[in-house]
């Protein structure tokens, strides 16, 4: 059974950093895409990174660029999410996707989320 | 980025009903189209990918069409269990989510 297990969220400052993880198992993990999504408190989602399978490929959305680093550990079956000069508008849960890449690109699995919530 | 649209962003509808959800991309985005459903709380559930076909596991009451810029997700007979809120996902550039629609219990 595939699982996608989140940690790391919480409370911080604004200015701030966080480290989120995610424990991945059920599957090959090193031979999949795999992304973060957020959603903010009753808004909709958006996509903000992702690391290709082979550790060759990383992208950002514009909103994170610069601030937010994707990492894996493909021995570890863990992806990463270090988040620093945090600001309120990066309040929301976080997912950890599992994503396919061949024909149609999508999203197959999702964990359960941790929320960030960035506040003084 | 692609911008995608959804209309309506909310409905109410009865057990039984039929669904259309419409879904819009701002340029041609082929059939690089995925259907997601979100229960409060929950995180979301691929339903659709590649704007027609059906995840495995999900109800066949559930369809999806269109290509281009134009694409659907249609229910055919709501069930109680779908009241839930809808997010179209583009996957041809830069990955980018609809605002969803919220179909809620008339």
């Known amino acids: 059974e595939v699982q996608l297990v989140e940690s790391g969220g919480g409370l911080v400052q604004p200015g701030g950093s966080l480290r989120l993880s995610c424990a991945a198992s059920?599957?090959?993990?090193?031979?999949?895409?795999m992304h973060w999504v957020r959603q903010a408190p009753g808004k909709g989602l958006a996509w903000v990174s992702r690391?290709?399978?082979?550790?060759?490929?990383?992208s950002y959305a514009d909103s994170v660029k610069g601030r937010f680093t994707i990492s894996r550990d493909n021995l570890k079956n863990t992806l990463y999410l270090q988040m620093n000069s945090l600001r309120a508008e990066d309040t929301a849960v976080y997912y950890c996707?599992?994503?396919?890449?061949?024909?149609?690109?999508?999203?197959?699995?999702w964990g359960q989320g941790t929320l960030v919530t960035v506040s003084s | 980025d692609i911008q995608m649209t959804q209309s309506p962003s909310s409905l109410s509808a009865s057990v039984g009903d039929r669904l259309t959800i419409t879904c819009r991309a701002s340029?041609?985005?082929?059939?690089?189209l995925n259907w997601y459903q979100q229960k409060p709380g929950k995180a979301p559930k691929l339903l659709i990918y590649?704007?027609?076909s059906l995840q495995s596991g999900v109800p066949s009451r559930f369809s999806g069409s269109g290509s281009g810029t134009d694409f659907t997700l249609t229910i055919s007979s709501l069930q109680p269990e779908d009241f839930a809120t809808y997010y179209c996902?583009?996957?041809?550039?830069?990955?980018?989510f609809g605002p969803g629609t919220k179909v809620e219990i008339k």
């Open positions: 340029q041609s985005i082929s059939n690089f």
């Open positions: 690391f290709n399978s082979d550790g060759s490929s990383i």
């Open positions: 996707v599992r994503g396919i890449q061949y024909g149609s690109k999508y999203f197959d699995y």
């Open positions: 996902q583009q996957s041809y550039s830069t990955l980018t």
């Open positions: 590649a704007a027609s």
């Open positions: 059920g599957f090959t993990f090193s031979s999949y895409w």
